[in-house]
């Protein structure tokens, strides 16, 4: 799923310009209910993409999946497509 | 009937256009492979589409051919392509919902395509052959449409965010439409000039999608900045 992808960038993100994860902050920057975000991170868990909902640190195979993630949105900047 | 002519030629390069377009298509169903997002089917199938209608031509050209009535299934087929390509640039900037909305479009198009080939293929067959000569030029016409309005787009896409990256695929876009517009002049007037030139202007649109694919998913990660 995209949002999964959009989810771990965000993290990534927050990471680099912060100790700490701050939820809200996330929420913000990818614009999804507080409930639904949660959610969504459980499932990032379960998929082995992060190591734990309270760290929320990227496993390898997190970096690994938002690698490709990162491929094909540049693959669709590339081809003119931009999905909103 | 210049459709008729240089089988084999014919034969060799819609073979090898068939390779190309299911090397694009393994590339291009890499974002739908990861995220499942129907908005991501649309340029495979777009692709997959034309290299069918690749395939089915070199069948036709080929020795062991087909039946001469089923010359329109090839055009039918590539015309399915590029309206899926322009389907898939048309919705690919509507705001609200429209992942959702370009997925289940796609996806009925899709039926659409199968259901008037099954139709005009089994159901049909002879409207179909009776109307081949006309509908080919319409067709080619109707392609090249679908295919500036995807160049325009995409150019206009490039000039919204100068990137260098970004200036390959409008001119992929390009020159499949001078292919389409020379085959049309070919099927007129029997020009093996014109003939030759749709050849070549198709094969440097593929390599151009080719290229851009390549670059995006395997070079390397310091080379993308």
Redo the contacts between chains.
Sequence with gaps: MKIYGDLLSALRSEFNEKERVVLTHIQVRINVPFDRLKSYITELRELGFIEDETSLKLTEKGKQYLREYEKILDFMKRMGLTYQ | MSANMYPTERMIVEAVATILCFVIVR?MA??YK????G??LG?PLGFAFLGISNALAALAYSPLGFDPKLMWLPQLTRTFAFVFLAV??LF????SK??KLLGETTISLLIIAVAISFLLAFVAPQFAFEGYSQANVYLRIFNVICLAYIAI??LR??VK?L?P??L???FGFIFLAIGQYTLLFWYIDSSFSAFVGSLVTTFVGLAIFLF??Y???YSS?KE?G
């Design positions: 590339f890499k974002p990861l995220t499942r997002e908005s991501y340029l898939t640039y690919s900037n509507r705001k429209s992942s787009y995409t896409s490039h965010n990137d990256t970004t390959w695929v409008p851009v694919s670059r995006t998913f990660d993308r």
